[in-house]
């Protein structure tokens, strides 16, 4: 049994319509939120009635509309109650209580006939009917028209107590009603721009509301002329004003920012931050100054408190403007405020809570900024101040280009913050660049320049890439002839098809546009509409990384959407005809992967845009990428790609072989004795990948012994021992292409009933192949495992692989 007095309900009761009331004007999202805990279908505009039937399994709802019909019937009258006096303070206008508490015990008596709005019509059309009838038959001359107004006062009065619910727009129709009824006609005038008001919920009905209750106010003083002419107009204005842009809290909450922002100190401002005027009205229409600054300020204190704060705004207020100035004044401060190397590693942390995208203040800018952050704390990562010096060319080139476009930028506040950081950045950056020059020069250690794993990257790794002239020119070649066919650039793991075709702009003619397209990334679309926008978009990026850019527009995205690839299409021609002189050819990497693009889609458009493209878009050249050969893929592809040239990547010329070992860059001194060189070039048969493998793990050796003292550093040399020393370490660390190449030869496999790995693991146990087996050794030929005769490995390091592979097994 409750413990509660009748009383103590009662007012928790009224507290809760006043808590009510004060949502709906000043906090409707947070109305709202809590609407949807009530029942998830509900929201502020729904009349609670209508789920009549749900009241005894929900309480909750069953009392919010109770509520809601109290507030709808009784607000208007206090509202009438509180505005008369003051309106007829300031007009000097006498005001007839008679007819106003007519109507206003009209207003309740509709409420109560029909609380859940507007079902009983007929009553209400009797009650009025009748009201009518009584007034015109024992009333005449004054009275009578007293009267008439009366009984209009109570048909209006009920039926639109009948019709309309909550009273959410209270303010709004209590200034239009004082503004246009006039004396006599205030209390009418109040209660229907009250009503109807707040009949249309938080924003909708608002206007309508009142600009009706104006008029049907003014008519009910007896001036409908006037209220039609100038009344009317000036009602709508007034409204305006005072009620959609909420004048009359404004000014209050004006002067409260003011003060916050004035009386508070510089370092005590994020104090402030609860008080703030969004924490109380959520639905501010005018700006308020100040709020923004504050929010910076305060960041600088306490983090928490700001992103709180942010937070705070773009969810639960209409402040998502002031949120994004927030935003751009709380990322342009952490940017300028970095001091060293190791403040521009942090950035990316420190504003990995910014939403993504950022806000339109800060644009494509941000980004940028956060990719160089990430790219330095990359170059910190490197193993040698050789490496981490080399590494800092990337941003450093990417600030400078940033800068330029800064310049260019129409947006002065953009041009001058983000201005300032970059070239704060540069600075900095160029400082440590020169510092960690230095240090590597003085370091007794030998610099760490192999490189082995990723493809190479010009702007990194420079003059590391050896040889390919021979492929170069074919392409060159291929592409400027007067039919050029698709171009096929095939060959084993690892074996620098990437880094050929990053390093293509730099090897041909300025009139060939290469556009490198990674199709690994691309086949992750499970959409033809999402493949076509990753092909667009890396597109659009690899013109602009190209040393001579090119800025491509964007295609139509709603074409796009609508049918991808022959919107694809006219954009391509579109491109071609704004870039005549030019020849394009678009490089698909890992093109195996449309494959399973296909499978996914169970659609061949993206083979049948290559055909399109091929037929009829002639500055448009195909080079496809990849480790399988055209008779290694499913039947469908020979009939996209006719007309193709293979071009084949292998290993090394042994010249261009001893180059990478001994001139990897510029000035880089011989640590090698000529019997390392050679054991080298034997043991990988010079695959790029597995030499640079080879000579980073001798490198890593030579340095080791240095720092133990075990060697002197100016003597220090690679020996013929160190390099067998280091085979068991190269076969650790390139674990991934060894057994990536393993798995290539399934048993299943099989030609003639042999099997390829079968063959490897008799020719490892000292058997010779057979005559049966030549189908199998042109295979594992091609695959470049085995010589054409099959009796050994081409490359030792693959054999000593298996070996050790067999031995576990």
């Known amino acids: ?43 502020p505009r729904d009349n609670p009635f209508d789920k009549r039937a749900e009241f005894l399994t929900n309480p909750r709802l069953h009392r919010y509309a109770g509520q809601v019909w109290w507030l709808s019937a009784v607000v208007p009258i206090f509202a009438v109650l509180l505005v008369a006096p003051v309106y007829t303070l300031i007009s000097g206008e006498s005001f007839n209580w008679f007819q106003s508490c007519v109507f206003l015990v009209s207003w309740f008596i509709g409420r109560v006939v029909d609380p859940d709005g507007n079902k009983n019509r007929l009553v209400i059309f009797l009650v009025a009917v009748l009201t009518i009838f009584l007034a015109a038959r024992f009333l005449s001359g004054e009275a009578y028209d007293v009267a008439f107004n009366v009984a209009r006062g109570v048909a209006f009065g009920v039926a639109f107590g009948v019709a309309f619910g909550v009273a959410v727009g209270v303010v709004v129709g209590v200034a239009v009603g004082v503004v246009v009824g006039g004396a006599g006609g205030v209390a009418f005038s109040v209660a229907f721009g009250v009503a109807f008001s707040v009949a249309g919920g938080v924003a909708g009905g608002v206007m309508v509301g009142v600009v009706l209750g104006g008029v049907v106010g003014g008519a009910g003083g007896g001036a409908v002329g006037v209220v039609i002419g100038g009344a009317v107009a000036s009602a709508v204005g007034w409204a305006w004003i005072l009620g959609v842009l909420r004048v009359y809290f404004w000014l209050p909450e004006l002067l409260w920012i003011l003060t916050l922002f004035l009386l508070s100190p510089n370092g005590k401002r994020v104090n402030c931050l609860r008080y703030l005027p969004p924490r109380f009205d959520e639905l501010i229409i005018l700006p308020l100054p100040f709020m923004d600054v504050m929010i910076v300020e305060a960041y600088r204190m306490n983090p928490d408190a700001a992103r709180e704060t942010i937070n705070y705004l773009i969810t639960s207020t209409n402040q998502q403007k002031v949120a994004a100035q927030a935003i751009s004044g709380i990322a342009v401060d952490i940017l300028n405020r970095c001091q060293r190397l190791s403040d521009i590693v942090e950035i990316a942390n420190q504003l990995a809570w910014i939403p993504s995208p950022p806000p339109k203040e800060l644009g494509i800018v941000l980004p940028q900024f956060l990719d160089i952050s990430q790219n330095i704390q990359a170059s910190q990562e490197a193993t040698s101040l050789y490496r981490q010096y080399e590494l800092l060319n990337i941003p450093i080139t990417a600030l400078r280009q940033l800068g330029q476009s800064l310049a260019l930028t129409k947006d002065a506040h953009v041009a001058v913050s983000f201005g300032n950081a970059a070239q704060s950045w540069l600075t900095i950056l160029e400082t440590a660049q020169h510092t960690l020059n230095e240090q590597a020069q003085q370091s007794k250690e030998i610099r760490q320049v192999y490189i082995a794993g990723n493809s190479l990257d010009p702007e990194t790794a420079k003059n ?84 001579r850019k090119v800025y491509l527009p964007n295609p139509d995205a709603s074409k796009l959407a609508e049918d991808p690839f022959p919107a694809l299409q006219t954009w391509l021609a579109e491109i071609e005809r704004n870039n005549s002189g030019k020849q394009f050819l678009l490089c698909l990497d890992e093109y195996e992967r449309l494959g399973e693009v296909v499978k996914a889609t169970s659609s061949r458009a993206p083979l049948n845009f290559i055909r399109n493209l ?100 100016d003597t220090a040399k690679v020996t013929a021992q160190d390099v067998k020393e280091v085979i068991p370490v190269v076969l650790e660390r390139g674990d991934q292409y060894f057994r990536e190449l393993w798995r290539s030869l399934t048993d299943s496999d099989v030609y003639d ?23 199998v050794v042109r295979k594992l030929t091609r695959k470049e495992i085995l010589t054409p005769e099959g009796n050994a490995f081409q490359v030792p390091l693959v054999q000593k692989y298996i070996e050790q592979l067999l031995e576990e097994e």
């Not at 319509?17 to 999202?29: E, G, M, Q, T």
């Not at 996209?640 to 010329?653: D, E, G, V």
């Not at 990988?684 to 003292?709: A, F, G, S, W």
């Open 614 to 713: 091929l037929q009829h878009q002639h500055k448009w050249i195909l080079l496809f990428s990849g480790s399988q050969e055209l008779s290694e893929l499913d039947d469908y592809w020979s009939d996209y790609l006719i007309n193709t040239r293979a071009l084949r990547m292998t290993y090394l010329h042994e010249s261009e072989a001893r180059d990478l070992i001994q001139q990897p860059v510029e000035n880089f001194s011989n640590i090698y004795e000529p019997t390392a060189v050679d054991a080298i070039i034997q043991l990988t048969r010079c695959q790029p990948y597995l030499v640079q493998l080879v000579c980073y793990e001798l490198v890593e050796l030579l340095n080791r012994d240095i720092r133990r003292n075990r060697r002197e550093a």
């Open 753 to 775: 009933g042999r099997s390829c790995r079968n063959l490897l693991r008799r020719l490892i146990h000292g058997e010779t192949p057979t005559q049966q087996d030549k189908g």
């Open 1 to 43: 049994m409750s413990n509660t007095s009748p009383a103590s309900g009662f007012w928790n009761y009224v507290a809760e319509c006043v808590r009510l009331l004060y949502w709906i004007y000043f906090k409707p999202f947070t109305f709202e939120r809590w609407l949807r805990d009530i029942h998830p279908e509900l929201k």
């Open 464 to 547: 590391r890439f050896k040889g390919r002239i021979d492929i170069f020119r074919e392409i060159e070649s291929l592409t400027l002839s007067e039919q050029p066919p698709v171009l096929l650039l095939y060959g084993g793991r690892k074996t620098g098809k990437t880094s050929a075709l990053k390093y293509l702009p730099y090897k041909i003619q300025a009139n060939i546009v290469p556009l490198l397209i990674d199709l690994q990334g691309a086949a992750a679309a499970t959409t033809l509409k999402g493949l076509a926008e990753n092909l667009a978009q890396q597109i659009i990026e690899a013109a602009r990384r190209l040393p």
